[in-house]
């Protein structure tokens, strides 16, 4: 699994998102980003941020 934690991007921000794999988790943190802080714009720059933020995350 891969995880990223918005807080890590955006401080003070608790949403996360867990995917298979990274393309659907930075998929759903791009659509995070428009939708709750309003990013209507997605620069290349952003989602470089997101990918290094997503971590692997071991199945439970
Ligand atoms: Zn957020």
């Known amino acids: 699994m891969k995880r990223f934690d918005c807080g ?3 401080p003070g921000c608790t949403w996360h998102a867990r995917a298979e ?3 659907e988790v930075v ?3 791009v ?7 309003g990013e ?3 620069r290349e720059n ?3 941020n997101i990918k290094e933020r997503v971590k692997d995350e071991e199945n439970v």
């Open 27 to 29: 998929r759903r943190a």
């Open 21 to 23: 794999d990274q393309a």
């Open 31 to 37: 659509e995070h980003m428009r939708t709750a802080h």
């Open 8 to 10: 890590t991007l955006v």
């Open 46 to 48: 952003m989602v470089d």
């Open 40 to 42: 209507t714009i997605i």
